[in-house]
């Protein structure tokens, strides 16, 4: 019975490290990239593409890896995925041109979106069906974190060295996952071979929405954080990202838990009023520490938010389906921060990046008014 019980296995342990581990070799490209794009004589246009290329091709990878999960199971796709990322990040090196920067980027995407649902699925193989909201939880920190982490790391490396030196940290970074998560054991659920190919999970596809909208200011948070701190004169945006990383943390203290325990709509209602907050903090911020403390309301919400949807979608899914349900919620993360890049970015066109901001507390309204609807009565 304790083997059943038991969430702090070695398995979870490194899954969870290989998580964080991935986000940041990955996302220290986000606000980077584009910068480099710039430098090698690209267009404002060519350099909003390096965030959009590779979410094309993850959301599609997304949708078909979550299906192969299922029948073959999670850890040879994992380390797939992680092949890919290597030999893409390796090519930076030698892509001195736009196009051919965005084309690796392509690719990119294909394992990106193959490494993520794969260890997200793994870490629903492995965790207690009485501890998911904890479990899941915990994944959904690392994640986060790692997303909070990537930005400060690259401003920093970026302000200190080279993009030359970025590619190499995210290679050591990445191959030294690779190596860790080789060792992981997760268990496969047997399914029938239809030999179709699920491309979506029907019910993930609304937490998969409400991830979408939630996804949609962190994609301008994400993209925008550099630009906007020249706007208000500050140079140490890196401050907010570590400000979110405090409170994400913070959030694991009690979240899951409480998940488990009371339901979503206590974790998931307050989660997302504190992200409003953090966005309004964010929109007249004047100085590095109003950064600061709007990233510690934003980070607080998002921490409490995004893992309890995630937990709720691996609980809706029948178990033989929770690779394609992973992969069906993970593609609202893409589409939201894909939406959040572009879309908002006109906004902040035809106004300011504050203005911008403000705009995007429209999809946060959004998601509480659907979700009041549909889950009112199942507290």
């Known amino acids: 019975m304790e083997s059943k019980t038991k969430l702090w296995t070695k398995d979870y342990i490194f899954l969870l490290i290989g998580s964080i581990f991935l986000y940041v070799g990955f996302m220290v490209f986000m606000p980077t990239l584009p910068t480099q794009i710039i430098k090698l004589g690209g267009s404002q246009v060519e350099a909003s593409l390096a965030v959009g290329v590779f979410s094309v091709v993850a959301l599609l990878m ?118 860790l998560l080789s060792q992981v054991r997760i268990k496969q659920e047997k399914v029938k071979k239809t030999g179709k190919i699920q491309l979506f999970e029907k019910t993930a596809l609304l937490p998969a929405f409400l991830c979408l909208l939630m996804a949609i200011p962190l994609g301008g948070i994400q993209t925008f954080m550099m630009v906007y701190g020249t706007e208000i ?57 109003m950064l600061f403390f709007a990233a510690l309301a934003f980070g607080l919400g998002y921490g409490m938010t995004q893992p309890a949807l995630q937990a709720l979608t691996i609980d809706r899914a029948a178990p033989e389906n929770k690779g394609a349900a992973n992969g069906t919620f993970l593609s609202g993360m893409d589409i939201g921060m894909a939406i959040g890049s572009f879309g908002l970015s006109i906004v902040a066109t035809y106004s300011n990046y504050a203005v911008m901001y403000r705009s995007a507390i429209l999809a946060l309204v959004l998601f509480l008014v659907i979700y009041w609807m549909v889950f009112r009565k199942t507290k």
């Open 233 to 289: 004169h500050v140079e140490n945006t890196w401050i907010y990202f570590l400000g979110q990383a405090i409170t994400i943390l913070l959030s694991r203290l009690f979240a899951g838990r409480l998940y488990d325990t009371k339901g979503h709509f206590v974790v998931v209602v307050p989660g997302v009023f504190a992200m409003i907050l953090g966005i309004l903090l964010l929109s007249f911020a004047t100085g590095a520490w």
């Open 62 to 179: 997304r949708s078909i890896s979550g299906s192969w999960n299922d029948r073959f199971g999670s850890k040879m796709l994992i380390l797939i995925g992680f092949l890919i990322l290597i030999a893409t990040t390796a090519s930076f090196y030698i892509s001195t041109v736009v196009l051919a920067l965005l084309a690796v980027r392509f690719i990119q995407g294909a394992g990106w979106g193959i490494s993520t649902t794969s260890i997200a699925t793994g870490v629903s193989a492995i965790v207690p069906p009485n501890r998911t909201g904890e479990g899941i939880g915990f994944y959904g920190l690392t994640t986060a974190l790692g997303m909070s982490l990537a930005p400060v790391v690259a401003i920093l490396i970026m302000n200190y060295f080279s993009f030359n030196t970025l590619i190499t940290f995210a290679l050591v970074i990445l191959v030294g996952t690779f190596l």
